[in-house]
């Protein structure tokens, strides 16, 4: 199971980026999925999740910002993000819980973080 993320960058504020991250592998259930960051100098925290049935939770400091999404069909979810500010400078990383076989346990993957830098 590998899951890539694409789509950081360089934005000024008040600029858009779109992030998106795709699990690919053997997948037999895949559960919540969800986007986390860390920023320069603090703990990796949650952005945002979303269930398979679309339930969606997000932090309070991206709420009516920030939109997370995802294609169940293609195993991709989606982060965009409107009106960016320089502290949401941070890598951000891609998670899925999922289970990739039949009767293993489902647990946390994680992607490769992406590099989004706000400019002032």
Known sequence: VQLQAYGGGLVQTGGSLRLSCAVS???FRLNFMGWY???PGKQREL???ITS???I???DSVKGRFTI???NAKNTQYLQMDSLEPEDTAVY???ANLSPSFGTKSRDY???GTQVTVSS
Do not use: K, L, M, P
Request: glycine letters at 16%; proline letters at 0%.
């Open 37 to 39: 960051r860390q920023r």
């Open 47 to 49: 952005v945002a999740t």
């Open 93 to 95: 990383y891609c998670n």
């Open 25 to 27: 592998g053997y997948i």
């Open 57 to 59: 939770t997000y932090a």
């Open 110 to 112: 994680w992607g490769e």
């Open 53 to 55: 049935g679309g339930q």
């Open 69 to 71: 999404s995802r294609d």
